[in-house]
C-alpha cells in the first residue's frame, strides 16, 4: 500500500523565480492538503482539495496556486519566490468519506530560495 | 482565533522510563485531536488520535488523555525507547478540514 509521495525532494530557486511541486496521495485517498513547514516550527497550513476544487484555504498570498488532478494526484505553485518561502512544503493525504478525516503526510520536498 | 500549543519546548527521558507530552488548546469548538511524530529529515507521522466525545484512548505503547474542562491534551509514550526519539506535535482538527499545529515538543531519549 503506497503511502503519500511528494517530488521532488530537494530544490533550490532563486528570488522571483517560478516553483511547482508535487504529491500523490495514499492509496484509495481522494483528499490533498498542503502545508508549509518552517525551520523549528509547526507545520501551516496552505489550503486543501477535494473534487479538484480548492475547499479550504489558510493564511498564504495568492502566489501561492493549486491544483488537483482527477486522480486525485496534486501540484502545488508559488510564484515570484521570496527568500521566506524557503520551507519544508508537505502534502497530506485524506478520505473525505471517513468522517475523520485522518490526514497522512508525505516525506516532504525542501525548498531553498537563494 | 484557534491555537495549538505544547507546554514545554524540549523533553529529555530516560530509556525505558514513561514519557508525558502536554499540548493546550484553546478553540473549545475543535472536536478531533491528532498526535504526530516527526523525525528530522521526515514528514510527520500519525501516531494517535481522539474525538472529543472521548476522555482516553491507547494505542501501542502509547496513550492520548484529552481533558475538555481545560481543554488539554496529552499524550503518554510507555517505555521510551531510542527510537522515539523525535518532534512531537499534537494539531487540532477544525470543522473547515484544515489541521492547526503547535510549535512542537522535541524528545530525547538518554540511553
Known amino acids: 500500500d503506497a503511502g503519500v509521495t511528494q517530488s521532488p525532494t530537494h530544490l533550490i530557486k532563486t528570488r522571483g523565480q517560478q516553483v511547482t511541486l508535487r504529491c500523490s496521495p495514499k492509496?484509495?485517498?481522494?483528499?490533498v492538503s498542503w502545508y508549509q513547514q518552517a525551520l523549528g516550527q509547526g507545520p501551516q497550513f496552505i489550503f486543501q482539495?477535494?473534487?479538484?476544487?480548492?475547499?479550504q484555504r489558510g493564511n498564504f498570498p495568492d502566489r501561492f496556486s493549486g491544483h488537483q488532478f482527477p486522480n486525485y494526484s496534486s501540484e502545488l505553485n508559488v510564484n515570484a519566490l521570496l527568500l521566506g518561502d524557503s520551507a519544508l512544503y508537505l502534502c497530506?493525504?485524506?478520505?473525505?468519506?471517513?468522517?475523520?478525516?485522518?490526514?497522512?503526510f508525505g516525506p516532504g520536498t525542501r525548498l531553498t530560495v537563494l | 482565533g484557534e491555537s495549538v500549543g505544547l507546554h514545554l519546548p524540549t523533553l529529555s527521558v530516560q530509556e525505558g522510563d514513561n514519557s508525558i507530552i502536554n499540548c493546550a488548546y484553546s478553540?473549545?469548538?475543535?472536536?478531533?485531536f491528532i498526535w504526530y511524530k516527526q523525525e528530522s529529515g521526515k514528514g510527520p507521522q500519525f501516531i494517535i488520535d481522539?474525538?472529543?466525545?472521548?476522555d482516553k484512548r491507547q494505542g501501542q505503547r502509547v496513550t492520548v488523555l484529552l481533558n475538555k474542562t481545560v481543554k488539554h491534551l496529552s499524550l503518554q509514550i510507555a517505555a521510551t525507547q531510542p527510537g522515539d526519539s523525535a518532534v512531537y506535535f499534537c494539531?487540532?482538527?477544525?470543522?473547515?478540514?484544515?489541521?492547526?499545529f503547535g510549535a512542537g515538543t522535541t524528545v530525547t531519549v538518554r540511553a
Open positions: 497530506a493525504s485524506s478520505l473525505a468519506s471517513t468522517g475523520t478525516d485522518t490526514q497522512y
Open positions: 492509496s484509495g485517498h481522494d483528499t
Open positions: 482539495y477535494y473534487e479538484e476544487e480548492e475547499r
Open positions: 478553540n473549545s469548538a475543535s472536536d478531533y
Open positions: 481522539i474525538r472529543s466525545n472521548m
Open positions: 494539531a487540532e482538527e477544525s470543522n473547515d478540514y484544515k489541521l492547526s
